[in-house]
Each structure stands twice: as structure tokens, then as C-alpha cells.
């Protein structure tokens, strides 16, 4: 079975600091990888995605993310945060076959301080 | 980009009446929505899987008598939430998704939204 693991609930940094938000899956076939922000009471708004190709993966707002297959990981990574970058971020993976369910991670509150 | 509505945004209701969201995909025809709730603090919990014109596909322990799905056109999905009681009010996010390229993914594109709180 698949599933989506985000290691740290919460990650507290200073303003203009760099931040990794973790995400490992576990899977048996091929995967397409997800991160998404949410911002309070909204709904939620794609970062970025792999589904094949570069590894390292670039999406909106400076984040990027890389894939490693050897450590079945995702890890969502911004050099230099702001205040606005504040929101729960979750990592998601679907799968070759899987008709196109998003399997989500419980989710890692970013909270950034001045 | 696809852009999903949700609406209303926020419904109050009182215990024992039944609630309509609508889910809809403005610029781009869905072949399949999904239909979220997430409790405060939470990840999201897919309820079920709904495609145009057919029977949604429900997740292991939701009630599908008690959370109507109709996907009636490529545009539109509707989640009526009957006889509501308190513990249904929850935060209730809508997705559609297209057909893909060659890459095999089916994107999904989420809605912002709907508050329903129970009284």
C-alpha cells in the first residue's frame, strides 16, 4: 500500500533563513510527487510536482524540491523564507495506476518569524 | 491555469436539514472530482471519487447515504450532506482533474473551499 510520511508537524524558522520540509513515501510502483500550501481557510494551491525526468524539481514562490528514489524522499527546500511563506504545506503522491488518487501526508506547519 | 469554485464558501445550518456544496471547474471540463473534508489542524481525507455521469466511488467508512455525490455534467459535481448533525461540520475541499498528456499523471486542481458548521 502506498503512503506519505511528513516527518516534522511543525517547523518554526526566522525570516530569510533556509527551510527543508521532509516528505518520504512508500510505494511499490511508480509515483508522481506533490507538494501543496494552504493558507487558513483556503483551499489548496500546487508548489510544485514531479512526474518524471529532472530530479530536482523548481515550482512558484523560490520553493524547490528533489526527488530521490533511493530514499524514496520528496524534500521541499526554500533558501530564504518570508513571513508570508507562514502556512501547513503537505506532500502528496499519486500513482501508475492508481487512477489518479492523491494520497496526502498529515501535513508540516511552517510558521516564520521576524 | 484550471480554476475549481466551491459554493458557498461558509454554511450554517441547524442539526437534522441537509446542505449542498457545489463543486464546479470554470475553464477546463473534469473528467473526475473529488470530494476532501479536513478537520482543524488535519490532513485531508478523500471521501470519495466521483466521474461524469456515473456512480461516485465512496472511501472505506464514509456514508454514502449520508454524503450524496452527483457529478451531473464535465463542470459540475454536487456533495449533499444529509440530515446534518455537529460532527459533520467540518471544512469540505473539492478537486477536478483532466485527462493528461503522455506523463500518465492526473493533476488535480482544488477548490477553496466550503466551511460547514452544524449547529
Known amino acids: 500500500a502506498q503512503s506519505v510520511t511528513q516527518l516534522d508537524s511543525q517547523v518554526p524558522v526566522f525570516e530569510e533563513a533556509p527551510v527543508e520540509l521532509r516528505c518520504n513515501y512508500s510505494?511499490?510502483?511508480?509515483?508522481?510527487l506533490f507538494w501543496y500550501v494552504q493558507y487558513p481557510n483556503q483551499g489548496l494551491q500546487l508548489l510544485l510536482k514531479y512526474l518524471s525526468g529532472s530530479t530536482l524539481v523548481k515550482g512558484i514562490n523560490g520553493f524547490e524540491a528533489e526527488f530521490n528514489k533511493s530514499q524514496t524522499s520528496f524534500h521541499l527546500r526554500k533558501p530564504s523564507v518570508h513571513i508570508s511563506d507562514t502556512a501547513e504545506y503537505f506532500c502528496a503522491v499519486s500513482f501508475s495506476g492508481g487512477y489518479n488518487k492523491l494520497i496526502f501526508g498529515a501535513g508540516t506547519r511552517l510558521a516564520v518569524h521576524p | 491555469g484550471a480554476v475549481v469554485s466551491q459554493h458557498p464558501s461558509r454554511v450554517i445550518c441547524k442539526s437534522g436539514t441537509s446542505v449542498k456544496i457545489e463543486c464546479r471547474s470554470l475553464?477546463?471540463?473534469?473528467?473526475?472530482m473529488f470530494w476532501y473534508r479536513q478537520f482543524p489542524k488535519k490532513s485531508l481525507m478523500l471521501m470519495a471519487t466521483?466521474?461524469?455521469?456515473?456512480?461516485?466511488?465512496?472511501e472505506q467508512g464514509v456514508e454514502k447515504d449520508k454524503f450524496l455525490i452527483n457529478h451531473a455534467s464535465l463542470t459540475l459535481s454536487t456533495l449533499t450532506v444529509t440530515s446534518a448533525h455537529p460532527e459533520d461540520s467540518s471544512f469540505y475541499i473539492c478537486?477536478?482533474?483532466?485527462?493528461?498528456?503522455?506523463?500518465?499523471?492526473?493533476?488535480?486542481?482544488f477548490g477553496p473551499g466550503t466551511r460547514l458548521t452544524v449547529l
Open positions: 475553464d477546463f471540463q473534469a473528467t473526475t
Open positions: 510505494s511499490s510502483v511508480s509515483v508522481y
Open positions: 478537486s477536478a482533474s483532466v485527462l493528461p498528456g503522455t506523463s500518465g499523471s492526473y493533476e488535480q486542481f
Open positions: 466521483s466521474n461524469e455521469g456515473s456512480k461516485a466511488t465512496y
